[in-house]
């Protein structure tokens, strides 16, 4: 007896209809559009904390700086300390990279009001 198929309740993503060779072009210039926002962004920060400020606020936004102290495993010094035997406590991690190349610079323009 045949089955029916069932129907996909997956919503299709808004990039759906686009071709290969846009959802390249787009994802290059989103790309190039966040780095320099994030550059932006850390000149932003220097700044303020040059300024040694440490709360503002602004017509639209606060900002609070607060400092974070984090600590981080010397993973060569452990290593170096058990020997081979590290090796039991490693665990695979898998991750993708894209690699966007582009034929046009994206200007950022940013206006205040």
Known sequence: MAQATKP??????RFHNVSDEALADLLGQADAVLKGAEAEVKLLKDEFKNRGLVEV???HF????TEQIAGRLDAKAVKEYL???Y??????VTSTTRSNKSDN???LYTQMS
């Open 87 to 92: 090796r039991r406590f490693e665990v695979a």
């Open 57 to 59: 606020a602004g017509d």
């Open 105 to 107: 610079s994206v200007v």
């Open 62 to 65: 606060t900002v609070t700086a």
């Open 8 to 13: 996909s309740t997956t919503a299709p993503s």
């Open 83 to 85: 020997g081979e035997s």
